[in-house]
């Protein structure tokens, strides 16, 4: 899960729509986040467009929620059906909902054959880390430096990428990712990073918090889509395991497809988690989320806590879930994640190999993005002209944004009915855009 780089309402110079917007702060407050200097206003969505109050249209190359296009007609077809049938929750049996688990079990790999259903990413989450307690015995997390796992009260004690009022908890232990842009030594990077995992662990231990989880999410998404050295996610997953713990892999970035190699983000690497967390992009914005586990952590959880959930896998919910199985399988939306990823990640790189501000191409499939720096040997991050572009880029009609820990990553991470059209246009103007800025 990430957050996303956004500007608050309050920034100076913005112009507020003079009616919305102050309805808006009058009831939500001026600390609700809202992207842009001046705010959008969208009305309507339709695949990967997007149409604003003014009858003005965008490219949507950002949101990963609506997985497989805006007001997909099989998916809302699906929830209406069903809405019109029945909708109850999971105490009730209900075909709908089996025949939605037996299908997104299908998508794993190993011993992970079991399924918590819950409301969004946050939840999921959140239940992961209390499995992962309550089987270990230990309180003790490790994360990353820069990262976002949700909203609520045991994931803001763990949030390093973003502001909480909540402290860090003493519980906690935050990694730096390594990252294989800019190292000269792959090896020397992997032994330093892993020895910083060891050395955390103990911290833990010694603190008498133990090990209970490694909770990441597998494109270092909020990060800054880092790439990191052969043999460092498993080396840390076996350093977690030997203390006792738990490997948690976040998928709501990651995973149904985006990455175009695989289903979810961790088969990137040698590795087969002990819990896989979903939200957002599962149902194409029906609230959705998932905890999918083997069946010994799902039965060992089952027999100390009455677990349930009023509208967690209700049969709406599952209605929707499988509509977007349906359209990635008959549309072949994560092959089409792959190929046009390369093509994609091949202009990109054409792009940075000439930009003097531009330190690399970043991302896999359909999540990319270029890091920005101030020219020059230091890589001085440049989040001026990164956010420049993002402004530059929705005058032109593209909407995208901005990740990492300076602000200086673009966050590329569009709906996966993205065409080579599409692709070609988005690309179209950021070469543009770059030309202006430069200029």
Known sequence: ?????????????????????????????????LFYDTPLELVSGNGVWLTDAQGRTYLDGYNNVPHVGHANPVVADAVSDQLRTINLHTRYLNSRVVEYAEALLATFDGDLERV??????????????????????????????????????????????????????????????PDLVGA????????????????????????????SAFLFDPLFSTEGLLQPPAGYIEGVAARIR?????????????????????????RMFDLIPDLVTMGKPMANGHPVGAVVTT?????????????????????????AGMAVLQVMEEEYLMARAQEL????????HAIADGNPHVRAARGRGLFFGLEFTAPGGDHKAAADLTKALVEDMRARGVL????????????????????????????????AALDTLAG
Do not use: C
């Not at 939840?123 to 089987?135: G, K």
């Not at 015995?137 to 803001?156: E, M």
């Not at 763990?158 to 935050?174: I, K, M, N, Q």
């Not at 200086?408 to 070469?431: G, I, Q, S, W, Y």
């Open 1 to 33: 899960m990430t957050t996303e780089a956004t500007t608050p309402a309050t920034a100076a110079g913005h112009q507020p729509a003079p009616d919305l917007l102050s309805r808006r702060f009058a009831t939500l407050g001026r600390h609700s986040p």
């Open 116 to 177: 918590f259903f819950v409301n969004s990413g946050s939840e999921a989450n959140e239940l992961a880390l209390r499995i992962a307690r309550q089987h270990t015995g230990h309180t003790g997390v490790l994360v990353t430096d820069f990262s976002y796992h949700g909203n609520t009260i045991t994931l803001a004690e763990l949030t390093t990428g973003l502001t909480t009022g909540e402290p860090l908890g003493a519980h906690v232990r935050a990694l730096h990712i």
């Open 184 to 211: 000269s030594d792959e090896q020397e990077l992997l032994e330093q990073a892993l020895a910083e995992v060891d050395a955390a662990i103990t911290s833990l231990q010694e603190a008498g918090h133990g090990v």
């Open 242 to 266: 030997a203390a006792g713990g738990l490997v948690i892999a976040d998928e709501v970035q990651s995973g149904f497809g985006r990455t175009g190699t695989h289903m979810w983000g961790h």
């Open 295 to 319: 069946e010994e952590l799902l039965d060992e959880f089952g027999r100390h806590n009455m677990y349930f959930n009023t509208f967690a896998g209700s049969p709406v919910s599952s209605a």
């Open 341 to 348: 990823g390369d093509y994609i990640g091949g202009r990109l």
């Open 400 to 431: 995208i944004s901005r990740i990492g820990p300076h602000d200086n990553v673009l966050k590329m991470r569009p709906p996966l009915v993205f065409t080579r059209e599409h692709a070609d246009l988005l690309l179209d103007h950021l070469d």
